[in-house]
């Protein structure tokens, strides 16, 4: 049973690069640190093109946020093995918050007949975990998160998604009918390595660019102005640390570190 | 318009810290807004989590309880709670910043269209501007500092564990109003066939312990883990790990610390072995305090811990350990 699957990408800042933000309206400024796919939405690539190779089917690689920048985003899912794309770019978009990202996601996948919507349970640079239970809120559908296995069984009209959700002391085992929106936990699987056959052959599949407009998106609920949450201010964290180090030469470090924490309260 | 409600965070019944945390937040915003502390319980095991409730002083609490509820992932809880919200009106709902918290607050805003803030370090009131929150978050793995509000009401703020410091308020018994618990179909959409446990048990989990002890490559092979669990027991903590270490398949990934895994930001990090990678860094940095114990004196995980040991763990852990036994038998 061939499964027409989507899975939701992210372009996000590299860790290691430095991260600044625009004074004037506190979102960061993606164009000054270097983007890399978030890795966690890597996962969540491979585990539809997992999908793809036992069921059969088509994988298309969705992704919102400005052109240039996530079109390499696109493209790299692309070149791991997705079929297709589809890129929401507007400049109405700019400074949205999760949600209005969730909601802007549904937008577009609505009515597309996806059996299947795949997310990274989280994405690097913003950590909420909002986006995949937003999204199958508001495409009315049943959403399974945090997810580290995921397999699809059953007969056409009655297909079953089954994961594993991680919990603290294990993970429970959790089932719903197709469609579903299903988040995929960083370590569910070893994404794979992008081939150079899988980078020409990705400048050849087709990406499919719409506005908000053209995904029906009303303007009133994204971007700065519609988004629910507000920025109000950004300030530089100061950690100020006691840099205390002592050397374990005498034997005698676990002392002290013992007289610190008995000073601090914490034994 | 005025109350502030917790969700209580449960595992059928069993009540955790971070909600203690909660409300006790929630009757210091109350006094703020003029109205009360209420707590709202969803899903089995209300008899085994009254008396704990009770203790941190809410004036009041919704309940939604029975067997059947545990059946169902996060919808029952989902569609019940946003019932409550769109009847009564409350000021805001205070959610653990967890994964089962934010999940409910993500689809309890979507369906009633409001805002909400994820992963709040500090909450306070804006009483210049109508009672709205003032939300601080860190952000970028601990590097800025960024404060937000909403401008829907009511407000789902999800709250960091250890983000306050639970006090107890005592008073007795708060009134209990059962309030329906009926689902549509729609909440019953994603089942829990089966729990499965796999870890030891008795240690706090790592993304709400108030003190971790986290083990990295440095431990040199997975049996060595041993010596983090018992400074970690000694000390009541969760035992964390880093990337490195999980990536070996040393330790699961529910206790991974850093970007790919929890953002933790107890009251005591102990990094053992742990060089300092800034994907480490990203997930710890806002721990109130930090020690750190390596044989490499130019490891950057000194760079921010408030005490360091260079030496080697082999001799340091076992050595704290019974240190630390001894002083607490004193």
Not at chain 1, 126 to 132: D, E, G, I, Y
Not at chain 1, 134 to 162: C, M, N, Q, W
Not at chain 1, 178 to 186: D, E, K, R
Not at chain 2, 207 to 229: T, W
Request: aromatic fraction near 4%.
């Amino acid at each position: 049973m061939p499964l027409s699957i989507a899975v939701c990408v992210k372009r996000v800042p590299d860790t290691a690069a430095d991260k600044v933000l625009d004074p004037a309206d506190f979102t960061l400024d993606r164009e000054v640190v270097e983007a890399i796919l978030n890795p966690v939405d890597e996962c969540a690539v491979e585990e539809a093109l997992r999908l793809k190779e036992a069921h059969g089917g088509e994988v298309t690689a969705v992704s919102v946020g400005p052109e240039g920048a996530v079109a390499k985003a696109i493209r790299r899912a692309l070149s791991m093995g997705c079929d297709r794309g589809l890129h929401l770019a507007d400049p109405s978009l700019h400074g949205s918050d999760a949600l209005a990202i969730a909601y802007a996601l549904a937008q577009l996948l609505a009515g597309r007949g996806f059996d299947l919507i795949l997310c990274g349970s989280e994405s690097t640079d913003a950590r909420t975990s909002l986006v995949p239970p937003a999204l199958a809120e508001f495409l009315d559908l049943p959403g399974l998160v945090y997810a580290k296995t995921v397999a699809v069984s059953g007969s056409p009209g009655e297909l079953k998604v089954r994961i594993h959700r991680e919990r603290d002391d294990g993970y429970d085992v959790e089932e719903a009918l197709l469609p579903a929106v299903v988040g995929v936990n960083w370590g569910a699987n070893e994404p794979r390595n992008i081939s150079f056959k899988g980078i020409q052959t990705a400048k050849s599949k087709p990406v499919e660019e719409l506005d908000a407009a053209g995904a029906g998106i009303d303007p009133a609920r994204v971007g700065l102005a519609g988004s629910k949450s507000a920025v109000l201010g950004a300030a530089a964290r100061s950690a100020e640390r006691q840099r205390i180090v002592v050397d374990d030469s005498d034997g005698q470090a676990h002392i002290k570190l013992a007289d610190f924490l008995q000073a601090q309260g914490l034994i | 318009m005025s109350d502030v409600w917790v969700l209580v965070d449960h595992d059928r019944g069993a009540v955790s810290k971070v909600t203690q945390q909660l409300l006790t937040l929630a009757r210091s915003l109350a006094a703020g807004t003029g109205g009360s502390a209420i707590a709202v319980f969803v899903g089995p095991g209300w008899t085994g989590a009254e008396a704990l409730v009770a203790r941190f002083g809410p004036a009041a609490v919704l309940v939604a309880s029975s067997d059947e509820l545990a059946g169902y992932q996060t919808g029952p809880t989902v569609e019940i709670l946003a019932r409550l919200i769109a009847e009564r009106q409350p000021w805001g709902v205070l959610f653990a910043s967890t994964a089962g918290g934010k999940e409910v607050a993500a689809r309890v805003g979507a369906r009633l269209g409001l805002g909400v803030l994820a992963d709040a370090s500090a909450v306070s009131l804006d009483a210049g501007q109508g009672n709205r929150p003032l939300v601080e978050h860190a952000a970028f793995g601990g590097a800025q500092i960024v404060r937000k509000t909403l401008r829907s009401a009511p407000y789902l703020l999800c709250v960091k564990p250890n983000a306050v410091t639970a006090v107890e308020a005592p008073g007795g018994q708060p009134p209990v109003e059962p309030v329906d618990a009926q689902l549509s179909g729609a909440a019953r959409r994603v089942s829990i066939v089966e729990t499965v446990s796999t870890a030891a048990g008795g240690r706090p989990a790592v993304d709400q312990a108030a003190i971790i002890v986290s083990g990295g490559r440095g431990l040199k092979e997975p049996a060595n883990f041993s010596l983090v669990e018992s400074l970690a027991d000694e000390l009541g903590a969760g035992v964390g790990a880093s990337r490195a270490a999980v990536d070996a398949g040393w330790y699961p990934h529910s206790a991974q610390v850093g970007q790919t895994g929890k953002t933790v930001s107890p009251q005591l990090y102990v990094a053992v072995g742990i060089s300092g990678a800034i994907q480490h860094r990203a997930g710890m940095q806002t721990a109130k305090t930090i020690v750190a114990i390596n044989k490499d004196a130019d490891a950057p995980i000194f760079a921010l811990a408030d005490f360091g040991i260079v030496g080697d763990l082999f001799t340091v852990l076992p050595a704290l350990t019974a240190e630390i036994h001894r002083r607490k038998a004193t």
